[in-house]
């Protein structure tokens, strides 16, 4: 793997991550 097409994913894979944690924060907070 080359490390340019990692840097290239990241941004990427930040945004799902935290659309993916705010989901999941919303839905606690529905349910408390």
């Given at each position: ?5 990692v ?6 894979l ?17 349910t408390?």
């Amino acid at each position: 793997m080359n490390g340019s097409g990692v840097l290239k994913e990241y941004p990427a894979l930040l945004r799902m991550a935290r659309a993916e944690l705010l989901q999941c924060f919303k839905k606690i907070k529905s349910t408390y």
